[in-house]
Structures are given as structure tokens and as C-alpha cells.
């Protein structure tokens, strides 16, 4: 029966697409759903068999239905708390540096991602941005700003050990102050 309709329309090559989809249309509700299917009974059609349940329609909430089509992937996170993620960096925090953690999110839009880690409530990241004002640093303390030095450690240590060095060695015996005696031996 489709191959049947398939070979008409491309026999007729239909110049509009909205003329295919007519015919579609008139096929799907003539030749389906409004034709008895053996499986429904002789006498019924899937439009009557529709139609006459009685039972309420129930529809997915979308909250299930977006979660169950979202992607997971684990990342490691970085010494700076971060994770890299499709060339961009996301915050996930200082407590995470070198654990692993679960990434969900949805392909489309990955401007926001979901970060799951075991003991953790899930919580959501957005990307980090880094604008020129980001990086200011602020001034540091007095006891950690450079001195100006007046003199060196090390050649102040040095010439303690050579003041030190020169006390213990004994000096040389020097003959010059010892007096010539009368029968000239010394």
C-alpha cells in the first residue's frame, strides 16, 4: 500500500512540498487510520479504536523528559578547582581539586551544566568568563612587600666564619723577635 502511494508521487513529481505533505495526509488518514485492521477486529479502524478508550491520556512531565535525554561524561577537576569542558572552563570548586566528577548536560545548550559528585547534592555551573577587570590583583601587605636590602646574608655569614677561621688557627712562630744571644746560638 506505501509503495504503492510512493510510486504515484513520484510518477506525478509534485512541484511543492506542501502538495507531498497533502498527500501524505490524505493517505495516512484514509488508507491507515480510518481502514480496519485485522488486529483490532474486522470492523475496526485505529481512529474508532482511539477514540473509544476511555482511559484518561497520560502525558510525561518535562522535566522527566528532558532528563532523559541528557548526555554524562566524567571530568577530572583541576588544581584551580576548575573542569575543561568543549574548549570552555566551568567553576566547580576549591573542594574538588583531583576528584572526579559526573557532568550532565544537555547537548543544545551548554551554556549551563549539572556537576554530581557521590555524598553531594547536584548543583549547576555556568561557564567562567574572564574579562579584563577579573584579573586585578589586590595590593599586598607590608610584610610581604619587597625590602630594600642594606647589606648581604651571605657575605655577612661569610665573614663571621673567616673572623671565626682566623682566631683558631695558631700563628706561625716568627724568629725575628727572639734576641741573638753573645755565643750566637739560638
Known sequence: MV?????????????????LNT???AWLSECHQ????????????????????RSPLRFVEPEILTNAFLHSEERKVDKSGCISFMGKKYEVGLLFIGR??????????IT??????????????????IREWSGKRPALPDH???EKADESRLLRAAEEQNKQRNERQAPAVSYRTVRKEVNKHV
Do not use: C
Open 34 to 53: 480510518n481502514k480496519p485492521h485485522t488486529a483490532l477486529g474486522e470492523t475496526t479502524s485505529p481512529e474508532i479504536a482511539y477514540r473509544s478508550d
Open 112 to 129: 549551563e551544566l549539572t556537576i554530581e559528585y557521590e555524598g553531594h547534592a547536584p548543583w549547576t555551573v555556568r561557564e567562567q568568563v
Open 100 to 109: 572526579k566528577v559526573q557532568l550532565v548536560y544537555d547537548p543544545a545548550d
Open 144 to 146: 610581604m612587600q619587597p
Open 3 to 19: 509503495q504503492s502511494f510512493l510510486n504515484e508521487v513520484l510518477l506525478e513529481k509534485p512541484k511543492t512540498l506542501d502538495r
Open 23 to 25: 498527500w501524505f495526509q
